[in-house]
């Protein structure tokens, strides 16, 4: 059977990660999530993979190659174009991207799966083709209820008691929507959908395709399934999954390493006196981190592999990608670090070069950070002590 993994969009609501990872590579403690998509693919029977790529395609294509080692077969359409010898990326909206497949050589010629490549999903495929093809349909979307106070986050199906969708309410307010089922981004089509998207056009799914089915009167519904999902669409997204992981509640998600102490799972090598360290779990620390005497570190937290978590320093409710280095007496408390920046739960980030920070905050690998002078002293502390607490 056949599937396409949407992989070609810029991951604007996850910046700053995706200034250098394409939204499919986030990993979910060490393991792009992508990859949990081609397992649960290959488990229910689609082993033939198309994935549209543009942003950061490289990223993509390099690691997941042609799908050998994941039991299944990918191949790759790159949305874009080269200008002065470098690869620009121009994706066609997650339609056109379908379209351009099936106008170089008609692959979806089946009952077909399609799923956006930013989303834990724990979905029994085989019955939604099952539920799909007994409607009649077209084409198919899954939905989910979620409490009201979550709608204006998503995209609201609206649909009669057949399930036949009549309107669609993009992300409402909580008194304007009319329904509390949502698009999950996961949807099944039968090649016929192609006469209805326009060829070498930007097109979208959502915004585009589905107004035009429900304005038509296709044979076009909504499945609702009870499932796990876990979106990753937006850093409070990302930070809520990494959080349900290390708390157990992502059931294809298990927790990598060895559990050195209840709640606390470490990779290789790990350099640490456990004795001297105040840790509570859940906690994942990544191979070949030092942990140096007198941190402390809360859960639910995840630090990624090569770091250092230096004498004196607050690791609380974050998350640490790998080769950070956090320095002595530095206290994060709800953050990310990722590279250069330091992000807040709710999205909102700065550089730390830019900012004066990196003494505080460093790339593990770096021999040529000096002690901090006066002025970026005083510029730390104009940040608030909420970030950090400045070492005497």
């Given at each position: ?77 790159f949305e874009g174009r080269i200008e002065d010898g470098e690869l620009i990326g121009d994706a066609l909206g997650s339609a056109g991207g379908l379209k351009k497949i099936q106008d170089f050589q008609s692959f979806f010629d089946e009952t077909f799966v399609v799923l956006c490549g930013d989303a834990l999903v724990d979905l029994d495929l085989t019955q939604a083709v099952k539920k799909h093809k007994q409607k009649g349909a077209i084409a198919s ?252």
């Open positions: 059977m056949k599937a396409m993994i949407l992989a070609a969009g810029k991951g604007t609501r996850v910046q700053p990660i995706t200034h250098v990872i394409p939204k499919p590579m986030i990993p979910i403690l060490q393991k792009p999530v992508m990859e949990f998509l081609l397992e649960l693919l290959r488990e229910h029977n689609f082993k033939e993979i198309m994935v549209n790529v543009s942003h950061l395609a490289e990223e993509i294509e390099n690691y997941f190659r042609d799908g050998q080692r994941f039991g299944v077969e990918i191949a790759y359409s979307l899954i939905t989910k209820k979620v409490t009201k106070d979550q709608v204006s986050s998503y995209g609201v199906v609206v649909s009669d008691e057949n399930g036949r969708i009549k309107a669609f309410q993009e992300k409402p307010t909580v008194d304007q929507a009319l329904s509390d089922s949502i698009n999950t981004g996961i949807y099944l089509f039968e090649p016929e959908i192609f006469n209805y998207i326009p060829s070498a056009e930007k097109f979208d799914i959502g915004a585009d395709l589905f107004p035009k089915l429900v304005e038509m009167d296709l044979p076009f519904f909504a499945l609702p399934m009870d499932f796990e999902w876990v979106d990753i669409g937006k850093v409070p997204d990302y930070w809520s999954a990494i959080r349900n992981v290390l708390q157990g509640k992502v059931r294809q998600v298990q927790i990598p390493g060895k559990e050195i102490k209840p709640g606390v799972f470490t990779g290789l090598n790990v350099a640490a006196n456990w004795e001297k360290i105040n840790i509570t779990g859940p906690v994942y620390i990544g191979g070949m981190t030092r942990i140096e005497d007198g941190a402390t570190i809360i859960g639910p937290s995840m630090i990624g592999p090569s770091c250092c978590i230096c004498e004196g320093a607050t690791i609380d409710n974050s998350i640490i990608f790998d080769y950070s280095k956090i320095g002595k007496g530095v206290r994060l408390m709800d953050k990310l670090v990722f590279g250069k920046y330091c992000v807040g739960k709710n999205g909102d980030h700065f550089d730390l070069q830019d900012a004066s920070l990196d003494w505080l905050i460093a790339d593990s690998r770096r021999s040529d950070l000096t002690e901090p002078s006066p002025q970026q002293k005083a510029m730390a502390e104009l940040l608030g002590t909420d970030l950090i607490n400045i070492p005497d």
